[in-house]
């Protein structure tokens, strides 16, 4: 059974820095793209970031591009999104995602972690 299990969410003040955490009971995770997404209450869920399976190449949304990055450690089947400089709107669950094709859409991937929250005070 695949399990994606989110981590590192959590309440924190504008300006701070969370990095979250995404481990995965996936066979050969090596060969998966890992992405990262994020829904807001009344929103739909957007696309934050994604890293292909070799972490050779990252795709980084424009609102959060300089301040979020996304890695991968294959060695551990963790995926990371490291955010820095936070900001309200980034409040939003937090999720993860696995695929076999990099893509920045839900669509494109299989499988899901349950999400985990990050609140940011203004």
């Known amino acids: 059974q695949v399990q994606l299990v989110e981590s590192g969410g959590g309440l924190v003040q504008a300006g701070g820095s969370l990095r979250l955490s995404c481990a995965a009971s996936?066979?050969?995770?090596?060969?998966?793209?890992m992405a990262w997404f994020r829904q807001a209450p009344g929103k739909e869920r957007e696309f934050v970031a994604a890293?292909?399976?070799?972490?050779?190449?990252?795709s980084i949304t424009e609102p959060v591009k300089g301040r979020f990055t996304i890695s991968r450690d294959n060695a551990k089947n963790t995926a990371y999104l490291q955010m820095s400089r936070l900001k309200p709107e980034d409040t939003a669950v937090y999720y993860c995602?696995?695929?076999?094709?990099?893509?920045?859409?839900?669509?494109?991937?299989?499988?899901w972690g349950q999400g985990t929250q990050v609140t940011v005070s203004s």
């Open positions: 995602a696995a695929g076999s094709r990099f893509s920045i859409l839900p669509r494109g991937y299989d499988y």
């Open positions: 996936l066979r050969s995770f090596s060969t998966y793209a």
């Open positions: 890293i292909m399976s070799s972490g050779a190449s990252t």
